[in-house]
């Protein structure tokens, strides 16, 4: 076997061939590797400079995350604040700014271990909420890291309902201060990252009050240590809130405030400001803060879900291809257990979900793209949609990617449960994300009031955005399909997609309706539907997702072989879909129970005919070894010698103080009595 040149992919290993049943995986590609991945980067020139900017981080020993899986949580912590200075230095070295091509593959490129990220969220904080006189002034400070910032919002007893927080901030005309306070214990603020032994400075989101009057919750910007020593200021008790299912390197914290006083100026007043006389002035369009939580949703979604995704599926399709156990036919050497239809069954939809919500995820930036243009010129029409759709795709993708995760783990058996896998680090960060920023069910009956409203609207023959049209369509009759190659043809399970999320909408209004003309009040009313209408939005986001990855693929070039393997991933995910709900599918007769089994039969020749690419596509991510970290998963496929490597390592091995104080009386004890 000719030995392959691993050098961009080797994790400073002795290890030199690919292991042969990997290097034969990708000698039978039915596509070009490369094109793919500059599909996925957007082009060519946008891989170089990811690369680029890879190579830059990965080389520079300050990054490296080589010792990460043996570290305490002081010593994770002090390594994150360690790499966030010095990528300051780093990126002027290299001549990239914010504003640059370059930089959003940086988070990336240190796969998220570096302190400082709710200092993004605090100078985008001021710069959405602030006057141009605040942005001014706090701008370049928080620029230049001469204060660190972080966002104070969620605390002990309210997360996602914003109203009712209850840390206070009551106007005091004659010093023309605020005075703010957290007047209980479920006041506390508890969560904001970089907050425990970090930031010198927080947005803090508190309710206002002027006269004794309440005005509800406003931004203001806090200092909570000196500048000279990092001591707690006046008023101020600050922490960390101990230890987490992961992100270790971030010092999530808690913070009091007792009498805390801030001047008039520090009240983020782009959208309100409070007159020296305690008059309550609004300005704007407070809009634009659902806006902020928009632009959120979305950066999270290819940060925080899609990179984790891909990453798991990577490492179990590799490791898959190595791993050999059990004999498919009597007399041959054991199979890979990638060649088992149960293990591609397992696998291959988490591959192709990971395509699909690539796809979701452009589409989604590109709507946000239209409807930032539209907000610069003062016009909000497209925010609710772009509020319902970031919401309800945050909350499936965040779902299904978590569940996916969590399969590709198990699909490695006792070896993903190592930490040393990378699959158990990428399983408890990407399960945060389905908390956070929203919690998914609050955020699909978000999508679903949307809903709701805009079917009332299409029955009324009035005008609705254009993702939700396909609600005005009335089209009863049943599934055209004739044969198993039916469904293999997106306009046939596209259908079967819209005649789902509208049934579901359809009905619920309907029971809405019924329940409210019967007596009940709206609220109860609503609340007794809840469970309908989370149901109707995860189908809504489910029809877009197929729709979408079926037009993108119907654009691709045919040449490369790119298009043809695109479009059997669109089929697997469209029909994983159906065959996992077969349900909702057949609950009105839509779809017969013949038509099942043709569905279930393409489904399974579907998991065949991509088995023969896994690899490819996978490879197509383009992670290198250091990125990935995971002794299963690297590009060589040596796994056996890697977790020996890298279980040498490990300070457990290193004699143990219980040796002496236990073991060693224990059986000496023992050795004296034989």
């Known amino acids: 076997m000719a030995l392959l040149d691993t050098s961009k992919h080797s994790q400073g290993s002795v290890l030199g061939s690919v292991n042969p049943d990997l290097a034969s995986e990708r000698q039978t590609a039915s596509f070009c590797v490369e094109r793919l991945t500059a599909l996925l980067d957007g082009g060519a020139e946008q891989t170089r400079i990811r690369r680029a900017v890879v190579e830059a981080i990965e080389s520079d020993p300050v990054f490296s995350r080589e010792n990460q899986y043996f570290q305490t949580q002081n010593e994770r912590y002090e390594a994150a604040v360690r790499k966030a200075v010095h990528l300051q230095k780093?990126?002027?070295?290299?001549?990239?700014?914010?504003?640059?091509?370059?930089?959003?593959?940086?988070?990336?490129?240190?796969?998220?271990?570096?302190?400082?990220?709710?200092?993004?969220?605090?100078?985008?904080?001021?710069?959405?909420?602030?006057?141009?006189?605040?942005?001014?002034?706090?701008?370049?400070?928080?620029?230049?890291?001469?204060?660190?910032?972080?966002?104070?919002?969620?605390?002990?007893?309210?997360?996602?309902?914003?109203?009712?927080?209850?840390?206070?901030?009551?106007?005091?005309?004659?010093?023309?201060?605020?005075?703010?306070?957290?007047?209980?214990?479920?006041?506390?603020?508890?969560?904001?990252?970089?907050?425990?032994?970090?930031?010198?400075?927080?947005?803090?989101?508190?309710?206002?009050?002027?006269?004794?009057?309440?005005?509800?919750?406003?931004?203001f910007i806090v200092q909570i240590r000196s500048l000279q020593d990092h001591s707690l200021c006046p008023g101020i008790t600050a922490g960390d809130i101990g230890p987490k299912m992961n992100f270790e390197h971030?010092?999530?914290?808690?913070?009091?405030?007792?009498?805390?006083?801030?001047?008039?100026?520090?009240?983020?007043?782009?959208?309100?400001?409070?007159?020296?006389?305690?008059?309550?002035?609004?300005?704007?369009?407070?809009?634009i803060n659902y806006f902020t939580m928009t632009t959120v949703r979305i950066s999270l979604i290819s940060d925080e879900v899609l990179i984790p995704f891909m990453k798991a599926c990577t490492i179990a399709i590799r490791y898959s291809v190595v791993r050999r156990q059990s004999k498919l036919k009597p007399g041959e050497q054991e199979a890979k257990i990638l060649d088992y239809q149960t293990q591609q069954e397992k696998l291959l939809p988490q591959l192709a979900a990971a395509y699909a919500f690539y796809f979701t995820n452009n589409y989604l930036q590109e709507l946000f793209n239209r409807g930032y243009a539209e907000i610069q010129r003062k016009n909000f029409d497209m925010l609710p949609e772009l509020h319902a759709l970031s919401s309800g795709f945050k909350a499936v993708i965040t779902q299904h990617s978590t569940a996916g995760v969590e399969i590709c783990l198990r699909a490695c058996g006792g070896h993903g449960y190592s930490l040393l896998s990378g699959l158990p680090s990428l399983y408890t960060k990407i399960l945060a994300s389905c908390i956070y920023e929203g919690e998914n069910t609050i955020l699909l009956l978000q999508t679903a009031r949307f809903l709701i409203k805009c079917f009332m609207a299409a029955s009324a023959g009035q005008p609705v955005p254009p993702s939700v049209?396909?609600?005005?369509?009335?089209?009863?009759?049943?599934?055209?399909?004739?044969?198993?190659?039916?469904?293999?043809?997106?306009?046939?399970?596209?259908?079967?997609?819209?005649?789902?999320?509208?049934?579901?909408?359809?009905?619920?209004?309907?029971?809405?309706?019924?329940?409210?003309?019967?007596?009940v009040k709206k609220h109860d009313a609503w609340n007794q539907c809840t469970v309908q209408l989370v149901q109707a939005a995860k189908a809504h986001c489910h029809y877009i997702a197929v729709k979408n990855f079926a037009e993108t693929v119907e654009k691709l070039e045919t040449k490369a072989g790119i298009q043809k393997i695109m479009k059997h991933l669109c089929d697997l995910f469209a029909l994983h879909g159906i065959f996992s709900n077969t349900g909702a599918f057949l609950h009105d007769g839509y779809t017969s129970a013949a038509q099942m089994d043709m569905v279930t039969a393409s489904y399974l020749d579907l998991l065949a005919v991509i088995r023969k690419d896994a690899v490819p596509l996978v490879d197509a991510f383009d992670f290198t070894d250091k990125c990935l970290n995971s002794a299963l998963g690297s590009y060589d496929g040596q796994v056996y010698q890697r977790l020996y490597e890298w279980a040498q390592r490990a300070p457990t091995n290193q004699m143990s103080p219980a040796y002496e104080r236990y073991l060693k009386p224990l059986l000496h004890n023992t050795l004296s009595k034989l």
């Open 469 to 519: 049209t396909y609600l005005a369509a009335v089209k009863h009759g049943k599934c055209p399909a004739k044969n198993k190659l039916d469904f293999l043809s997106p306009d046939i399970y596209i259908e079967a997609y819209q005649h789902v999320a509208v049934r579901l909408t359809r009905n619920t209004a309907a029971k809405l309706q019924d329940l409210i003309q019967s007596g």
């Open 90 to 219: 780093k990126m002027h070295e290299m001549g990239w700014t914010e504003n640059g091509p370059e930089y959003k593959y940086i988070y990336r490129a240190l796969s998220g271990d570096v302190a400082f990220l709710l200092h993004r969220v605090f100078m985008r904080s001021i710069s959405v909420l602030g006057s141009d006189k605040q942005v001014a002034k706090w701008i370049p400070l928080a620029t230049q890291l001469k204060l660190i910032g972080s966002y104070a919002q969620t605390e002990l007893g309210h997360g996602t309902y914003l109203q009712g927080l209850e840390t206070t901030a009551v106007f005091d005309t004659a010093t023309q201060e605020f005075i703010l306070n957290t007047p209980k214990i479920s006041a506390m603020k508890w969560w904001p990252g970089d907050m425990g032994r970090s930031a010198t400075h927080t947005v803090v989101f508190a309710q206002l009050y002027i006269h004794g009057k309440c005005y509800g919750i406003h931004p």
């Open 250 to 287: 971030i010092d999530n914290g808690y913070l009091l405030l007792k009498n805390v006083r801030i001047p008039r100026e520090n009240m983020l007043s782009k959208f309100c400001e409070v007159r020296p006389d305690g008059t309550y002035v609004r300005q704007g369009s407070q809009q």
